[in-house]
């Protein structure tokens, strides 16, 4: 089946800096893209989101690029702060069909941040 | 704002026992979904529904079973639990047409 899937399971930065997170999918049908947070003892929180229409997307403090050429997506977080460490993951959906908006997730990186 | 709230945060429980884990949410979402996260292997989906009474199984099923009588309510049971059932089980909701997912806190159930 298809996959997500990260190309680095940790990351340590120091505050101040900014953050890349990449993750690679598989599946070329993918429509829609999330990025989650995911905090200790807490559920993953929605960071921010883009469509396969899309090759950039910016909140506040984060920027989700996608390249589909290459089937990759990053997280860049800038000006990183310690509540940002928590482990970061990617999402797709290919809606349509029977999927239901089904999200297929990567396995998560560490994004550590030393004060 | 969305809130997704799951009956337990902890539970312990043994082997053979039936075990309920309920999931609330108050927005109104058609689409409820039920993972396991365990080290390693990522969120996993076991369950999810569309609709009251509706539910597809998904991709780790085997073990579990769910029920959906009312459209805020989606409780997942475990009829028999096993120790390699012992994980974290998170409940998420969303909007049919919005693929964004909300979800709970988590319920860390450890079967002993």
């Known amino acids: 089946g298809e996959s997500v899937g990260l190309h680095l399971p940790t990351l340590s930065v120091q505050e101040g800096d900014n953050s890349i997170i990449n993750c690679a999918y598989s599946n070329s049908a993918s429509d829609y893209f999330i990025w989650y947070k995911q905090e200790s003892g807490k559920g993953p929180q929605f960071i921010i989101d883009i469509r396969s229409n899309m090759d950039k997307r910016q909140g506040q403090r984060v920027t989700v690029l996608l390249n589909k050429t290459v089937k990759h997506l990053s997280l860049q977080i800038a000006a990183t702060q310690p509540g940002d460490s928590a482990v970061y993951f990617c999402a797709e959906t290919s809606w349509g069909g029977t999927s239901y908006g089904k999200l297929t997730f990567g396995q998560g990186t560490i994004l550590t941040v030393h004060p | 704002d969305v809130k997704v709230t799951q009956s337990s945060r902890y539970l312990v429980k043994r082997t053979g026992e039936k075990v309920f884990l309920e999931c609330v949410q108050d927005m109104d979402h058609e689409n409820m979904f039920w993972y396991r996260q365990d080290p390693g292997l990522g969120l996993r989906l076991i369950y999810f529904?569309?609709?009251?009474?509706?539910?597809e199984k998904g991709d780790i099923p085997e073990g579990y079973s769910v029920s959906r009588e009312k459209k805020e309510r989606f409780s997942l049971i475990l009829e028999s639990a096993s120790t390699n059932q012992t994980s974290m089980y998170l409940c998420?909701?969303?909007?049919?047409?919005?693929?964004?997912?909300?979800f709970g806190p988590g319920t860390r159930l450890l079967v002993l």
């Open positions: 998420a909701s969303s909007r049919t047409g919005q693929e964004t997912q909300y």
């Open positions: 529904s569309y609709d009251v009474k509706m539910k």
